[in-house]
């Protein structure tokens, strides 16, 4: 495909199959294509051939490096088609210049020399736009290089009609710019036509370069992977593909390598570089019992592992997953932008022939005519508008995807340019969602971690790990006995205890007296019917919640915190954070009518949760942004998944989804102005067809270059 009407065209072929829906994509040449019946991929490639076009169903091993190959040989032929014309058209343009100019530098048969010059330069060189247009016409079709090819074939046409058929020449004018030139100088139109050549070539070259380059950007996450794992088996180690490493096998990682796969750490410690995976700056260390995920390096020391995801089922592989299934959606904006283009080209053409008889009819010269009627053609290319909304998207997801941050699709660009609240639920995502046992006694300690040993409930882990550091062991435990919501009975050494709420004690018929926590909770303990004492639990908060809540009112975002935590605890926390607003008491159930009722007041919200207890409120929010610590990131019911622990993930992902939305309506504001400021001009005899030619070029390269800048968000300095 050689333009975005390429890609519609495409895209009608594939729909036109019963039961098939398809989206083409130009910026990453890719068909998706869904439905059902037999032989649905040799339905689809024949579709494709028959529409003029080559497919293969895509391999996902070899997807990539086929690409790469098919990107590198069309770079290679364009840059020599680029150079061959270079050679040819600046000798030539320079010589009919000053032999038109001069009249007494001229020699027999210059105009014949000119021609033969021009001829490898309109026929070889420009050969792409050629062959695009004959195989579009043989399937009734037009594109942009219908356009293009149009423009060169009139050019060189006119000229030789003017070199070979003097007669032919209408007098009177004179080139724009070129005052002591008359018009029916035919061989200043072979300027023309190899001018136009370079300029569509060069344009063309660095197009397919640039979108390399965002290709680049986009699959950097892809190519992260280690092709090969060292594992043991059979007592030895041995190098096989990462492919075949089986879930539960141990997997070896020495230092300055690849971590090939997600594990658990069995042996050894190492620092572990993540910044490529999550983008978080400083390597983590990690020892004994600790998760790593494929992708990252071992940066200083040795790592047995157990597997615990392989191949698909990977964080490093969900996170290209998901990358890739976003980019391949079109926003609203470009589906518009498609449709204009099915009908611009031929309405382009419609319009030059229009132009060119309408300059003839007012008595103009007929070289004259014919220069403004091409201006038009060559102008009016819309290829700006085909690469303005991919080219962005694929960059931006890209660049988010090496940062921890994965945008999943147009609609979190269209909901984060209009977004003014932010709420935030606070265990697991502004704080650590790991609670820590404070200021209990040592001998209360022995009869509380005895009745939680028998739980699986997070205040029952906490007690443990408190226990394991204070070397305290559980007893055993008879009439043990669970209340839900409330804590836990049973009987330790002889001993009635009880381990929970107020609500325990009270059901129990122990007297008790309420204590304030503060920012913790309080968990009351009860020795044979009376209280006994209490202790605290704590969910720290993530160190950069601070700052991240700083950063988001500097966007101008008003917070929420939403938590089923009691109020003094909510209340606690949103004051050491400087959120005004608290909801707390709210159920996981209730968090989505909370939602709700904000949209209803005119709010336009975004939701971030933890991606488990939070989906409901997720998927209500205009945007859902998912802190994600576990491995599941394809399932979770947000538009932007977050994978970088830094709770400064969260302003940033807000800030690069309003940046590449930015960047599309820059690319579409400069694309359909400068058609709309272009073409009246080139109608109104203005525009010399060479500045026509080189402006169409230059708008394509505007609009994937300023796509590129993105490649430097979160590296600019504050």
């Known amino acids: 495909m050689t333009c975005a009407a390429c890609a519609n065209r495409v895209e009608r072929a594939l729909n036109k199959l019963d039961g098939v829906t398809a989206s083409v994509n130009y910026a990453t040449e890719r068909a998706i ?25 895509r391999d996902p091993e070899s997807a990539d490096e086929l690409a790469e190959q098919l990107t590198i040989k069309r770079v290679t032929a364009l840059r020599r088609r680029l150079i061959v014309a270079i050679l040819l058209a600046i000798p030539l343009m320079d010589a009919t210049i000053v032999l038109a100019a001069v009249p007494s530098l001229r020699f027999p048969g210059w105009e014949i020399v000119s021609l033969l010059v021009a001829l490898p330069v309109v026929t070889w060189a420009a050969y792409p736009f050629h062959r695009a247009t004959i195989r579009n016409l043989r399937h009734r079709a037009v594109s942009m290089d219908t356009l293009v090819s149009l423009g060169i074939v009139v050019s060189f046409g006119w000229a030789a009609v003017s070199v070979l058929l003097p007669g032919a020449s209408s007098t009177g004018g ?25 300029f569509q070539l060069a344009g063309r070259y660095f197009e397919t370069r640039s979108r390399r380059r965002a290709a680049d950007v986009f699959g950097a996450l892809s190519r992260l992977a280690t092709p090969t794992a060292r594992v043991l088996r059979d007592g030895a180690e041995v190098d096989v593909p990462t492919g075949q490493v089986v879930k539960g096998e141990v997997v070896i990682v020495k230092a300055g390598e690849i971590v090939p796969v997600d594990g658990t750490v069995l042996e050894g410690a190492a620092a572990v570089d993540t910044s490529v995976v999550t983008g978080e700056p400083l390597p983590r260390s990690v020892r004994a019992g600790d998760p790593v995920i494929g992708g990252t390096i071992s940066t200083d020391g040795r790592l047995v592992l157990t597997a615990t995801a392989v191949g698909a089922h990977t964080q490093l592989a969900q996170m290209a997953a998901v990358a890739e299934q976003a980019q391949e959606r079109k926003a609203r904006i470009q589906h518009t932008v498609d449709r204009i283009i099915v009908w611009f080209v031929p309405a382009v053409i419609a319009l030059a022939i229009a132009v060119t008889v309408g300059w003839i009819v007012s008595g103009a010269p007929f070289q004259q005519a014919m220069g403004t009627g091409i201006s038009v053609l060559v102008i009016a290319c819309p290829c700006a508008l085909g690469l303005a909304t991919p080219t962005a998207l694929m960059v931006g997801i890209g660049r988010g995807a090496t940062l921890g941050i994965l945008i999943k699709g147009q ?95 009270e059901s129990e018929g122990i007297p008790a007296t309420a204590q304030e926590g503060g920012a913790s909770s309080v968990v009351y303990v009860a020795i044979d019917g009376q209280q006994a004492g209490s202790f605290t639990l704590a969910d720290r908060l993530r160190p950069t919640a601070g700052a991240a809540i700083e950063t988001l009112h500097s966007q101008k975002l008003r917070t929420i915190l939403l938590t089923g935590d009691s109020e003094p605890v909510a209340r606690s926390v949103a004051a050491s954070l400087g959120i005004d607003d608290v909801r707390a008491g709210v159920l996981p159930a209730d968090k989505a009518a909370v939602i709700e009722r904000l949209r209803a007041d005119g709010r336009r919200v975004a939701m971030v949760g933890d991606g488990i207890n939070d989906a409901a409120a997720l998927a209500t929010a205009d945007l859902g942004l998912a802190v994600v610590s576990g491995t599941d990131i394809a399932l979770k019911s947000a538009d932007i998944i977050l994978v970088r622990e830094d709770l400064r993930v969260v302003p940033d992902a807000i800030a690069l989804a309003r940046r590449t939305r930015q960047t599309i309506h820059r690319n579409l504001i400069w694309a359909f102005g400068y058609n709309v400021a272009a073409v009246p001009i080139a109608a109104a005899g203005l525009l010399n067809p060479l500045i026509a030619a080189a402006a169409m070029s230059l708008s394509s390269l505007f609009v994937t270059y300023n796509s590129l800048r993105l490649r430097d968000f979160g590296t600019e300095p504050e």
């Open 33 to 57: 294509v869904t439905g059902a019946g037999p032989d649905l991929a040799g339905r689809a490639t024949s579709a494709v051939d028959k529409a003029g076009y080559d497919a293969t169903v």
């Open 411 to 505: 609609d979190a660009l269209e909901a984060s340019g209009v977004i003014d609240t932010i709420v935030l639920d606070k265990t697991g995502t502004l704080t650590t969602g790991e609670l820590v046992v404070d200021h209990i006694d040592p001998d209360l300690l022995r009869y509380v971690v005895s009745i939680e040993h028998n739980s699986e409930h997070p205040i029952a882990q906490a007690v443990e790990r408190r226990a394991a550091t204070d070397g305290i062991n559980p007893e055993p435990v008879t009439d043990f006995k669970v209340h839900p919501g409330q804590g836990a009975t049973g009987v330790v050494a002889g001993h009635r205890v009880a381990v929970g709420n107020l609500a325990l004690l």
């Open 174 to 198: 004179h080139w724009p710019g070129l005052s002591s030139i008359p018009l029916d100088t035919g061989a200043l139109y072979l300027d023309v036509a190899a001018g136009m050549t370079v």
